[in-house]
C-alpha cells in the first residue's frame, strides 16, 4: 500500500484516544485515498468528534492517542506538536462547528486569512493580501475589498464560516476535516455552504472528512461512510450501499428515524420508527457489542462478545447482519 | 486482530484524586489551625501578655518554651494560638459579614432591574477604586485601632468584590430557562431567589468565602504590622511580625515564626477553596 | 390560499394572537440621534384549535421566537391580543390570567436548561402544582404524568445531571403536563437532542396530542419535524405570517419565498444518494 504511486490522504490504524479514565475511540481504522471523501456519523459521546481532534493533534488535555495516523508519509500520532503545528493549515486542515468562537475576535477576517498563507507558503504580504481577496471571491462572498477589513462580528453566520473554509483552504491542503460545519447554521444557508465547501474541496483535489450526525448531509456529500456508535466504527462502506442497504441494525435505525417526505405523507397518524433506549455512557459501557441493549436482534451472543467488522465478509459489526433480499441467510 | 483492536478501558477515578489532592491538604491545614484556636481557650502554655524578662530571647527547643521566647520573655507558642483566635475572629468576621452584604447587593442588581444594577454596580465600582489599605488606614486613625475596627475595614474593602461576584454569578443563572419556567408559574422574584439562585450559587459563594477568609488574615497581619490592626491584650501574628522586627538582629526565628503560621494558613484556605471549586462545579461533577 | 379550508372552522380557538405588534427600540447610533425602532412582529393573527397540532416556521430573526414569548405569557404585546378562551389574558383579570397559566404549558428546546440542577426531579414535577396553587393528590398525579411519557418513578428521587438529554426532555414534558394543560407549547424540542432520541420525544409529543386531546404548538426551523408532528404550519419570515397550510401542500406548493426558501432547504437522504440534493 505505501509503495503505491498514489498514497492516501490519511491512513488510520487502531485509533484509540483515551484519558486514562474513559476511553471515548476503541480502535477506529479507515482509509482515505486522494481526493476521496468520507462522512463519520454518530451521536453525541460516538467519539467521531474525539477522532477528529485526534488527526489534528488538537485534543484536550489529558487526552491521549494509540494506534498510527498515516498522512504525508509520516505517522502523526509520534509526531512532535511542534511538526503537527506547521501541518495544521497546510497539509491537514479543519472547519469547526462554530465559526464565531474558531475566529479571533479582534482581528480583521482578511489578516486572519492572510496570516495563515504567509506562514504556510512563506509569501510576502502584498502577495497574500491579493491571494486572501482572490479566495474571498472564489467563497461567493460580497464585495471582497470590504470585508477583509471586517470583525468576525460585523459579518452574518454564514459568511463566517465561508470565511473559515476559506482559511481551511488557503494552502491547498491534501485532506480538509470539517466537524458539523452547518450545525450552528440557519437552515436555508446551510445549503448554501455546504454547496460551496463541495465545489471548493473538488476544485482542490482536496480529500474530505465530513464529521456530522446529520444523515442526509452525509449523503449529499460523500462517497464512503463509516457510521459510529460507543468509539467504534459499526458500519462502512459506499454510501449508495450503505444508505439503499444497511447492514447494521444501527445504522437502519438512524436511517429509519429521519422525518422524509415519505411517512409526512402518511400524516397524521404516521409514527417514526425510533431506536429505543439511550446511548449508553462511555464509563458503562455493555459487554459484547455495545448496542446490544437497543438491538431488535440481539442475542445472547451479542450480549457476551463484541463483533468486528468484516465478519460474514460484510462491512457492518454485527453478529446478525441484515441480510438483503434473496441473500441466503448464515443461520 | 480480534484481541489488538479491543483496549480494555483503564482504571478510572485517577484524575479525580488529583483534583481532590488539594482539597485534602487544604482541609487538614484549615482544621489544624481551627482546633490550635479553639485550644487557645481552655490551654496555653503560659500567659501569652505577661513579661517575664528572666526568660527573655530564650531559644527555640527550650524545655517550656518549644519555639522559645520573646525580647519580653513572652511564650511564642502561646502567642501563635491566641493570634490564630484573632486572624479567625478578624478574617471570618470580615467575609462573613461582606459575604452577607455582598450577597444581598450582587442579588438586588442582578434581579431587580437595570436603575438597581447599574446604582449598585457603579457604586462598587467606585469603592474598588479607592485603595483598601488606605482605606483602613484613615478608619484606623478616625475610629481607634482594634479587631472591630479592623473587620469593619475589611467589610468595607471586601464587600464590592463580593458584589461582583454574586451578581454575575447569579446573572448567569437567571438566563437559565427553569427560571423562565418559575416565572411563567407565576413564581415571585423572592421565591427565585431562595430556591432557584441561591443553591444554584452557593458553590461560588463557599469557595469565595475561604479566599476571602485567607485574604481577611493577610490584611489583619498587614494593619496589625503598620500598628494600626489589633492591640495587647489581644495578639495579632501581624502584631508579633512588628515587635520580632525590634529584635531581628539578635534572632531571626522570632520573625520566622508568625511569617510561617500566615503563610501554612492563607495556603490552606486557598488550597481548600481551589478544591471546593473542583468539587461544588456542577459541570465538572456532570462528567464524572 | 385555496377556497376550500383544510381545517374546521367550526370549533372555537382555545389560544389566538389577534393583530399583534410588537416594536423594539434598538441602541442609538449616535449620541443624540433617536433610537432606531425594529418592527420583530406586524400585525400577526395566529390561532390553535382544540385538540389541533400547528406548526411554527421561520429562520432566526424572523420573529417566531417573539411570537413564543407572546403565546407563552412572558412578554405583553405592544400591540394586539392574546386570547386564551375568548379572552385577553393581560386586561382577563387575574382568575384568568391563573387559568391560562395553568392551561398553557412550555416545553423548551435546551433540557438542560429548562430544569434546575440542584432541585431533585421529584420537587422540580411538583413545582408547577404548588406555585399554581393546585388542590388534589399530587403523589398519584406525579405517577400518572410519569407514566404518561414513559419514565419510571424512581426518577423522582434523582438529580437532573443523572439523565441523557433524551430522558430531561421527557421530564420536561411530564411537568408541563403536571398542571393538565390544555395547550401544550413545544419550542425547538427535539433540535438539541441526538437523531435516534429526536424521533421518541416526537412520537411522544404526536401520542399525547391524539391520547390527552392536547392542543399543540410546535416551534421549529426545521419544516420536515414540523410537517411530521403538525396539520396546520404558519410560515414566518420578517416579523408577519407569511403563509398557512397544510404541512404536505407548503411542501409540494410552497406559495411564499421564505416557504420556497425552507423548502428547499430540506436535505433528505434520498436527494443525496440520487446525486441532487446539493442542485
Same mark, same amino acid.
Not at chain 1, 472564489?138 to 470583525?151: G, H, I, K, S
Not at chain 1, 428515524?257 to 415519505?262: F, Y
Given at each position: ?14 485509533l484509540v ?6 476511553t471515548?475511540v476503541r480502535?477506529?481504522?479507515?482509509t ?19 477522532t477528529a481532534?485526534? $488527526?489534528? &493533534? ?5 487526552? /491521549?492517542?494509540?494506534?498510527?495516523i498515516l +498522512? #504525508? ?12 503545528s506547521?501541518r495544521?493549515g497546510r ?8 465559526p ?13 486569512i ?6 504556510h ?8 493580501e491579493a491571494?486572501t ?23 452574518s ?17 491534501q ?13 436555508t444557508v ?6 460551496? $465547501?463541495? &465545489? ?5 483535489? /482536496? ?5 456530522? +450526525? #446529520?444523515l ?14 460507543a468509539?467504534?466504527i459499526?458500519e462502512i462502506?459506499?454510501v ?11 445504522t437502519?435505525g438512524?436511517?429509519d ?6 411517512n ?8 417514526l420508527?425510533?431506536?429505543?433506549g439511550?446511548?449508553p455512557?462511555?464509563?458503562?459501557l455493555?459487554?459484547?457489542c ?17 463483533p ?22 448464515a443461520? | ?13 485517577r ?6 489532592a ?9 482544621i489544624g ?17 505577661i ?8 531559644p ?21 494560638m491566641?493570634?490564630a ?5 478578624v ?7 461582606s459575604?452577607?452584604l455582598?450577597?444581598?447587593a ?7 432591574g ?17 485603595p ?12 481607634g485601632?482594634?479587631?472591630l475596627?479592623?473587620i469593619?475595614a ?15 454569578a447569579?446573572?448567569?443563572v ?8 418559575a416565572?411563567l ?9 431562595a ?9 461560588v459563594?463557599i ?8 485574604a481577611?488574615i ?16 489581644s ?8 515587635e520580632?522586627?525590634?529584635t531581628?538582629?539578635?534572632s ?7 511569617g510561617l503560621?500566615?503563610v501554612?494558613v492563607?495556603?490552606g484556605l ?10 461544588l462545579d ?7 | 390560499?385555496?377556497?376550500?379550508t383544510p ?9 389566538e ?6 416594536v423594539y ?20 393573527d395566529?390561532?390553535?384549535?382544540p385538540?389541533e ?22 412578554e ?8 386564551y378562551?375568548?379572552a385577553?389574558v ?5 382568575a ?10 412550555v416545553?423548551?428546546q ?8 440542584r432541585?431533585?426531579?421529584?420537587t422540580?414535577?411538583l ?7 393546585i ?5 398519584a ?16 428521587e ?16 411530564a411537568?408541563a403536563?403536571?398542571?393538565?394543560p390544555?395547550v ?7 433540535s ?12 411522544l ?12 404548538v410546535?416551534?421549529a426551523?426545521d ?10 404550519v ?13 404541512p ?24 443525496g444518494?440520487?446525486?441532487?440534493a446539493?442542485?
Open positions: 500500500m505505501t509503495t503505491s504511486a498514489k498514497p492516501h490522504a490519511i491512513e488510520v490504524k487502531d484516544v483515551s484519558n486514562g479514565d474513559v471515548a480502535g477506529v481504522s479507515f482515505i485515498p486522494q481526493g476521496g471523501r468520507m462522512g463519520l456519523v454518530g451521536e453525541s459521546g460516538s467519539g467521531k468528534s474525539m481532534l485526534a $488527526l489534528m &493533534g488538537l485534543l484536550p488535555m489529558g487526552w /491521549s492517542t494509540h494506534g498510527s +498522512h #504525508d508519509g509520516v505517522d502523526l500520532v509520534t509526531q512532535s506538536d511542534k511538526a503537527l506547521s495544521r497539509t491537514l486542515s479543519m472547519v469547526f462547528q462554530d464565531l468562537s474558531s475566529l479571533n475576535p479582534v482581528r480583521r477576517v482578511g489578516d486572519q492572510s496570516s495563515v498563507i504567509r506562514r507558503t512563506g509569501a510576502d504580504r502584498k502577495t497574500a491571494q481577496i482572490e479566495l474571498i471571491k472564489q467563497m461567493n462572498l460580497p464585495r471582497p475589498e470590504q470585508l477583509v477589513r471586517a470583525y468576525p462580528h460585523e459579518i453566520g454564514g459568511q463566517r464560516q465561508r470565511i473559515m473554509i476559506a482559511m481551511a483552504l488557503a494552502c491547498y491542503p485532506l480538509i476535516i470539517a466537524d458539523e460545519p452547518t450545525t450552528a447554521l440557519d437552515v446551510q445549503k448554501q455552504v455546504l454547496r460551496l $465547501l463541495n &465545489g471548493a474541496v473538488r476544485d482542490r483535489g /482536496s480529500a474530505l472528512l465530513m464529521i456530522t +450526525h #446529520d442526509p448531509i452525509i449523503a449529499a456529500m460523500c462517497d464512503t461512510v463509516a457510521v459510529m456508535y468509539g467504534r459499526v462502506g459506499p449508495q450501499e450503505v444508505f439503499r442497504n444497511p447492514r447494521h441494525h444501527y437502519r438512524l436511517l428515524s429521519q422525518p422524509t417526505m415519505d409526512i405523507a402518511l400524516d397524521g397518524s404516521s409514527r420508527v425510533s431506536i429505543p439511550m446511548v455512557p462511555l464509563h458503562s455493555p459487554t459484547g455495545a448496542f446490544n441493549p437497543r438491538c431488535p436482534a440481539a442475542t445472547d451472543k451479542c450480549r457476551e462478545t463484541m468486528e467488522l468484516g465478519t460474514d465478509g460484510i462491512s457492518a459489526a454485527c453478529w446478525h447482519p441484515i441480510h438483503l433480499a434473496g441473500e441466503v441467510a443461520q | 486482530m480480534n484481541t489488538t483492536t479491543a483496549p480494555t478501558i483503564a482504571p478510572r477515578r484524575r479525580r484524586l488529583e483534583l481532590n488539594s482539597l485534602v491538604v487544604g482541609v487538614v491545614l484549615t489551625f481551627l482546633v490550635i484556636a479553639i485550644v487557645s481557650f481552655f490551654w496555653l502554655p503560659s500567659n501569652p501578655n513579661p517575664n524578662i528572666k526568660n527573655r530571647m530564650l527555640p527547643g527550650t524545655v517550656d518554651h518549644w519555639l522559645g521566647t520573646d525580647g519580653l520573655g513572652r511564650d511564642i507558642i502561646a502567642q501563635l491566641v493570634g483566635r484573632t486572624s479567625i475572629l478574617g471570618a468576621g470580615g467575609a462573613t459579614i459575604l452577607i455582598g450577597t444581598v450582587g442579588l438586588v442588581a442582578a434581579a431587580y437595570k436603575i438597581a444594577d447599574e446604582t449598585i454596580s457603579r457604586g462598587a465600582d467606585i469603592m474598588l477604586s479607592i483598601g489599605m488606605v482605606t483602613a488606614l484613615v478608619l484606623a486613625a478616625t475610629m485601632s482594634g479587631a475596627t479592623t469593619f475589611l467589610t468595607a474593602f471586601f464587600t464590592p468584590s463580593f458584589t461582583r461576584v454574586i451578581r454575575s447569579a446573572m448567569s437567571l438566563q437559565e430557562d427553569f427560571i423562565t419556567s416565572k408559574y407565576g413564581r415571585g422574584k423572592l421565591f427565585i431567589l430556591r432557584h439562585v441561591i443553591p444554584n450559587i452557593a458553590g459563594m469557595v469565595q468565602f475561604t479566599l476571602y477568609f485567607a481577611g493577610l490584611t489583619e497581619a498587614g494593619l496589625s504590622y503598620l500598628g494600626v490592626g489589633v492591640t495587647r491584650p495578639i495579632s501574628w501581624g502584631m508579633m511580625l512588628n520580632a522586627q525590634q531581628v538582629g539578635i531571626s526565628p522570632l520573625a520566622m515564626w508568625p503560621a500566615i501554612i492563607v495556603l486557598n488550597l481548600l477553596g481551589d478544591g471546593l471549586r473542583d468539587v456542577p459541570k465538572l461533577k456532570r462528567r464524572s | 390560499m385555496s377556497a376550500v381545517f374546521p372552522t367550526d370549533a372555537r380557538p382555545l389560544l394572537v389577534r393583530q399583534l405588534s410588537q427600540s434598538l441602541n442609538r447610533q449616535k449620541l443624540f440621534a433617536p433610537r432606531p425602532k425594529l418592527k420583530v412582529l406586524d400585525s400577526i395566529f390561532s390553535v384549535r385538540g397540532a400547528v406548526g411554527l416556521v421561520g429562520e432566526s430573526g424572523s420573529g417566531k421566537t417573539t411570537l413564543t414569548r407572546m403565546l407563552t405569557g412572558v405583553r404585546p405592544g400591540e394586539g391580543q392574546v386570547l378562551d375568548g385577553d393581560w386586561t382577563g383579570g387575574e384568568h390570567r391563573k387559568l391560562f397559566r395553568r392551561s398553557v404549558q416545553v423548551l435546551n433540557p438542560r436548561s429548562s430544569l434546575d440542577p432541585m431533585r426531579v421529584g422540580s414535577l413545582e408547577p402544582l404548588r406555585s399554581l396553587k388542590e388534589g393528590d399530587h403523589a398525579r406525579v405517577l400518572e404524568v410519569l407514566d404518561q411519557v414513559g419514565l419510571d418513578k424512581n426518577a423522582l434523582r438529580f437532573p445531571h443523572e439523565f441523557s438529554g433524551g430522558q430531561l426532555q421527557r421530564i420536561a414534558i411537568r403536563l403536571m398542571p393538565g390544555k401544550l407549547i413545544a419550542d425547538e424540542p427535539v438539541a437532542l441526538d437523531v435516534s432520541i429526536q424521533a421518541q420525544v416526537l412520537n409529543l404526536k401520542d399525547l396530542v391524539r391520547d390527552l386531546g392536547l392542543s399543540l410546535f416551534i426551523h419544516l420536515s419535524v414540523v410537517a411530521y408532528t403538525t396539520s396546520k404558519y410560515v414566518m419570515s420578517s416579523g408577519k405570517i407569511v403563509e398557512v397550510g397544510k404536505l401542500d407548503l411542501f409540494r406548493t410552497p406559495q411564499a419565498e421564505a416557504t420556497q426558501a425552507l423548502v428547499g432547504a430540506v436535505l433528505s437522504v434520498e436527494a444518494l440520487a446525486g441532487n446539493l442542485a
